[in-house]
């Protein structure tokens, strides 16, 4: 009696270094039951290759012309919500991690990553579920990403504070954050009120900083340094 076939994984490649894909291709080809279907050296080639060949795993690499990582894994991720995206780098940086895992990868390893491990990763990111990921990167980083998590679950603001929070960070003052939300600037006070409270801030600035350390806010998007003329401390 026969045994049952082995699925085969069918992988592509997106990275703008040819001997990169040569060596990974290659590498692959000797592990049982992958195959290499497409590849790609711009961050656009690697979202149509996705679309167009709907491969199980697409290896991408995060510094490529075109479309940042971020948003190549939010298309990838949209278009053919089966594909796996695996992150391969050179950058062992906590923070493009945890920006690369939320927008949707499936896993982000470094290359120099050991072939058995790359394999396994292949493999887990194949048969994962929603709420795993793959990481294989340095100590150093697992552990800023552990004290970002923790940081992140000590200041829990609701969806309406981080709007708030958000608009006061371009600067609006309480009645324009009133106007854009659709509510009175009553209610704006209250909810600054309550976000002091939970950040244990003194003032916007305060509140700007503490929210942008403990990651709820982006500082580079959402603005800074977050200083208006003749804005008082509080809530007004």
Same mark, same amino acid.
């Given at each position: 009696?026969?045994?049952?076939?082995?699925?085969?994984?069918?992988?592509?490649?997106?990275?703008?270094?040819?001997?990169?894909?040569?060596?990974?291709?290659?590498?692959?080809?000797?592990?049982?039951?992958?195959?290499?279907?497409?590849?790609?050296?711009?961050?656009?080639?690697?979202?149509?290759?996705?679309?167009?060949?709907?491969?199980?795993?697409?290896?991408?690499?995060?510094?490529?012309?075109?479309?940042?990582?971020?948003?190549?894994?939010?298309?990838?991720?949209?278009?053919?919500?089966?594909?796996?995206?695996?992150?391969?780098?050179?950058?062992?940086?906590?923070?493009?991690?945890?920006?690369? *895992?939320?927008?949707?990868?499936?896993?982000?390893? =470094?290359?120099?990553?050991?072939?058995?491990? !790359? /394999?396994? $990763?292949? +493999?887990?990111?194949?048969?994962?579920?929603?709420?795993?990921?793959?990481?294989?990167?340095?100590?150093?980083?697992?552990?800023?990403?552990?004290?970002?998590?923790?940081?992140?679950?000590?200041?829990?603001?609701?969806?309406?504070?981080?709007?708030?929070?958000?608009?006061?960070?371009?600067?609006?003052?309480?009645?324009?954050?009133?106007?854009?939300?659709?509510?009175?600037?009553?209610?704006?006070?209250?909810?600054?009120?309550?976000?002091?409270?939970? *950040?244990?801030?003194?003032?916007?600035?305060?509140? =700007?900083?503490?929210?942008?350390?403990?990651? !709820? /806010?982006? $500082?580079? +998007?959402?603005?800074?340094?977050?200083?208006?003329?003749?804005?008082?401390?509080?809530?007004?």
């Amino acid at each position: 009696m026969n045994a049952p076939a082995v699925p085969v994984v069918r992988i592509c490649l997106a990275d703008d270094h040819t001997l990169m894909r040569d060596g990974l291709r290659e590498m692959l080809h000797t592990a049982p039951g992958f195959t290499v279907v497409g590849e790609g050296s711009t961050g656009t080639e690697a979202v149509a290759l996705a679309t167009d060949l709907r491969p199980d795993v697409v290896l991408l690499d995060v510094e490529m012309p075109g479309p940042g990582a971020a948003e190549v894994i939010r298309r990838i991720t949209r278009t053919v919500p089966k594909t796996q995206v695996l992150v391969l780098t050179m950058h062992d940086d906590p923070d493009m991690v945890r920006e690369l *895992l939320e927008t949707g990868a499936a896993g982000y390893l =470094l290359k120099t990553v050991p072939r058995e491990e !790359l /394999i396994g $990763a292949v +493999r887990s990111a194949v048969r994962r579920d929603s709420d795993s990921v793959v990481l294989v990167v340095s100590r150093q980083t697992v552990e800023q990403l552990d004290r970002q998590r923790s940081r992140h679950r000590a200041v829990q603001l609701t969806v309406r504070e981080l709007e708030v929070l958000r608009l006061v960070a371009e600067a609006l003052s309480n009645a324009q954050v009133a106007e854009r939300l659709f509510i009175t600037e009553a209610t704006v006070k209250r909810h600054l009120t309550n976000i002091y409270g939970k *950040l244990d801030a003194v003032s916007r600035v305060d509140a =700007l900083r503490k929210a942008a350390a403990a990651r !709820l /806010i982006d $500082a580079g +998007r959402d603005g800074g340094p977050w200083s208006r003329p003749g804005d008082p401390a509080g809530v007004r």
